[in-house]
């Protein structure tokens, strides 16, 4: 009999697993064989856990998406006022897990895999709308509706835009500055904002 709980266990262990095979490969040309043994269990163990080769990168890319939604939401509690909030989710946006090698390399080939995939498609939609929602309903208190809207366009493009240039590590600079180059930005539009 299974012991209570394996289960969950071995599909954690199979989303890491896949996360950090895509990570060395720099793509999703991934055997499912290698995956499930970096995560100590049998290739048929991990098509009976998921189904697919596409459910398992599926399932590592909501993994990451639920990291990611896990600690906006957590500097969000100790944000204040909403200029606080806006820069909460650049944090969020810009940690250090978010640039871990694999993790970069997990995101690129999602991005690659969406132009063909139609549910990876709609995960990244989901993550990019989040993304803009949560910056422009703290926006709108800051700046006329116009305004925020471009300012959200700009700090997610800018997010995103980094992040695709780190995976250029020659080209990229470090994250710190990628940070502060972030917040500059919307310091810009805070003063031009005060301004007026």
Known sequence: MPKLGMEKIRREAMIEATIIEIGEAGSLNVPVS???????????????YFGSKEQI???AMRHILV???ESVSQRLRHARTPEERI???IAASLERRQFDRDVVSAW?????KSLHSEETSRLLRVYARRLHSNLLFDLRKLFEDETAEKVAQGLA???????IRHALQDI???RADVHALV???????LFREAEH
Do not use: T
Not at 34 to 48: E, F, K, T
């Open 157 to 163: 493009s800018m997010i995103d835009g980094f992040y």
């Open 87 to 89: 820069r909460a989710i």
């Open 108 to 112: 690129l080939s999602f991005y690659v």
């Open 67 to 69: 990291i990611f939604k």
């Open 183 to 189: 917040e500059d930005y919307l310091d810009l539009w």
């Open 34 to 48: 290698q995956i499930a043994r970096r995560a100590g269990i049998s290739p048929a163990l991990a098509h009976h």
């Open 172 to 174: 990229a600079p470090p």
């Open 57 to 59: 990168f599926l399932a």
